[in-house]
């Protein structure tokens, strides 16, 4: 087999990975080629902008494992390849060297065991950094169950090392992926989380000392392939944030390629609305203070795919609204529909100089399709009106045209005005 077959092969069987994210890593004054100034990776966009690309593939889609919701699972028919060390690491200097890449993202399945796998890893970043003198982004992933000793070795090698917890669950694992478990998953992601803070520690004290995953780790689950519900996969989100210090944890609605009883249909499609309303939900537990709790409950587990989960919140919260703008502290601020992160911090410089009204709030970037109904500048709603929740929630609501506000009755009757978002 040669080498464009081998990349054919391999590069297929890598798509279904989608841990792909900025690097966050800056390395500068090395001499050798290639560049890594906090770049993205996968079409992704770097923090000034910059559209970076980088060459996505398994090391091999030999697999020992036969996890059930895996295309490269043992039992699959299907063209099998392996590169050899210097193969990869040629072909990735030669694509950077044409401009085709920026960057690596190595996976692979599992040959022999977990460290034979991970040594051909090493072997190939260590040709890449040591004898070809690539100084750009690699993110290789770390094979539960490897040796720390070569778990270290990998992590000085890459700029990112992830450990994919695939399923999020103990059952969900037994009864898909029977070779593998949580411990086993979560082993790893404790020693490198360990490996990180600890290399941290010894930079500031030696700024020499060779750096550990300087872009952190992250991981990936399944969503959909399982009954596992959306407050669940919060909740273990929220605990790997916090035990863990990931970066990121993405989420990768299932694709059903292989047949099985215990999987989807394969005519059904994948959940990418889903996977959409989890990643909205994750950026409201990693950027605006929320908790896992506060966007679900053990009453409400899955979220509302007609509307985002901000949104939801804030329509399930009515006696919290409207905040007034001009007072509101920046925590305030960041629950409200409509106000991002940036947005929450201009209003905050920009009340020092004066009051704020709408049209300001324009200006600085607020969403107001969103935000004017639970919002009040100088005590007053947008445009003098008053909404009831049926309204705002129809306007809120993705894919529907916002409502025409209603103009506010004293002929209402009372069960109407029990219905508004906020006392009259």
């Given at each position: 087999?040669?080498?464009?077959?081998?990349?054919?092969?391999?590069?297929?069987?890598?798509?279904?990975?989608?841990?792909?994210?900025?690097?966050?890593?800056?390395?500068?004054?090395?001499?050798?080629?290639?560049?890594?100034?906090?770049?993205?990776?996968?079409?992704?966009?770097?923090?000034?902008?910059?559209?970076?690309?980088?060459?996505?593939?398994?090391?091999?889609?030999?697999?020992?494992?036969?996890?059930?919701?895996?295309?490269?699972?043992?039992?699959?028919?299907?063209?099998?390849?392996?590169?050899?060390?210097?193969?990869?690491?040629?072909?990735?200097?030669?694509?950077?060297?044409?401009?085709?890449?920026?960057?690596?993202?190595?996976?692979?399945?599992?040959?022999?065991?977990?460290?034979?796998?991970?040594?051909?890893?090493?072997?190939?970043?260590?040709?890449?950094?040591?004898?070809?003198?690539?100084?750009?982004?690699i993110h290789a992933k770390a094979i539960p169950g490897a040796d720390n000793i070569l778990t270290t070795r990998l992590g000085l090698l890459a700029d990112r090392v992830s450990v994919n917890i695939e399923l999020p669950s103990q059952t969900s694992l037994q009864s898909l992926a029977p070779d593998k478990s949580k411990e086993s998953i979560?082993?790893?992601?404790?020693?490198?989380?360990?490996?990180?803070?600890?290399?941290?520690?010894?930079?500031?004290?030696?700024?020499?000392?060779?750096?550990?995953?300087?872009?952190?780790?992250?991981?990936?689950?399944?969503?959909?392939?399982?009954?596992?519900?959306?407050?669940?996969?919060?909740?273990?989100?929220?605990?790997?944030?916090?035990?863990?210090?990931?970066?990121?944890?993405?989420?990768?609605?299932?694709?059903?390629?292989?047949?099985?009883?215990?999987?989807?249909?394969?005519?059904?499609?994948?959940?990418?609305?889903?996977?959409?309303?989890?990643?909205?939900?994750?950026?409201?537990?990693?950027?605006?203070?929320?908790?896992?709790?506060?966007?679900?409950?053990?009453?409400?587990?899955?979220?509302?795919?007609?509307?985002?989960?901000?949104?939801?919140?804030?329509?399930?919260?009515?006696?919290?609204?409207?905040?007034?703008?001009?007072?509101?502290?920046?925590?305030?601020?960041?629950?409200?529909?409509?106000?991002?992160?940036?947005?929450?911090?201009?209003?905050?410089?920009?009340?020092?100089?004066?009051?704020?009204?709408?049209?300001?709030?324009?200006?600085?970037?607020?969403?107001?399709?969103?935000?004017?109904?639970?919002?009040?500048?100088?005590?007053?709603?947008?445009?003098?009106?008053?909404?009831?929740?049926?309204?705002?929630?129809?306007?809120?609501?993705?894919?529907?045209?916002?409502?025409?506000?209603?103009?506010?009755?004293?002929?209402?009757?009372?069960?109407?005005?029990?219905?508004?978002?906020?006392?009259?």
């Open positions: 087999m040669d080498l464009m077959e081998k990349l054919q092969i391999l590069s297929r069987a890598a798509k279904y990975d989608v841990s792909c994210t900025s690097s966050g890593v800056d390395r500068r004054g090395t001499q050798g080629i290639g560049s890594c100034s906090l770049a993205g990776l996968c079409h992704s966009f770097a923090a000034d902008g910059r559209c970076i690309s980088l060459l996505k593939v398994l090391f091999t889609n030999h697999c020992i494992y036969n996890c059930k919701y895996c295309v490269n699972r043992r039992d699959n028919p299907g063209p099998r390849a392996a590169f050899t060390p210097r193969e990869l690491a040629d072909l990735t200097i030669q694509f950077y060297r044409r401009n085709y890449i920026e960057g690596l993202f190595l996976s692979s399945g599992i040959m022999r065991n977990p460290d034979y796998t991970t040594e051909r890893l090493i072997e190939t970043l260590e040709l890449l950094r040591n004898e070809y003198g690539f100084h750009g982004y979560l082993r790893p992601m404790g020693f490198i989380s360990q490996k990180i803070t600890e290399n941290g520690t010894e930079l500031v004290k030696y700024r020499h000392t060779p750096k550990f995953a300087p872009a952190g780790q992250s991981t990936q689950m399944i969503i959909g392939a399982t009954p596992d519900t959306d407050y669940q996969i919060l909740r273990l989100t929220q605990s790997l944030y916090k035990k863990y210090k990931l970066k990121r944890v993405f989420f990768s609605a299932y694709v059903p390629m292989v047949e099985d009883r215990l999987l989807p249909d394969r005519s059904s499609k994948p959940p990418l609305l889903r996977e959409h309303r989890l990643y909205q939900a994750d950026w409201l537990l990693r950027f605006y203070g929320f908790q896992a709790e506060e966007l679900l409950s053990e009453n409400q587990q899955d979220l509302d795919m007609t509307l985002d989960p901000k949104s939801n919140w804030a329509i399930t919260h009515p006696e919290l609204f409207p905040v007034e703008v001009n007072t509101a502290p920046y925590n305030t601020l960041l629950r409200v529909p409509g106000i991002g992160v940036k947005s929450a911090r201009r209003i905050i410089e920009c009340r020092k100089f004066g009051s704020l009204d709408f049209s300001a709030l324009r200006r600085i970037g607020v969403v107001l399709k969103r935000a004017r109904y639970f919002l009040l500048c100088s005590g007053h709603t947008m445009d003098g009106m008053k909404f009831s929740t049926t309204s705002a929630l129809r306007a809120l609501r993705d894919g529907l045209p916002a409502d025409v506000p209603e103009q506010l009755s004293l002929y209402n009757p009372v069960q109407e005005r029990e219905k508004l978002p906020w006392p009259v």
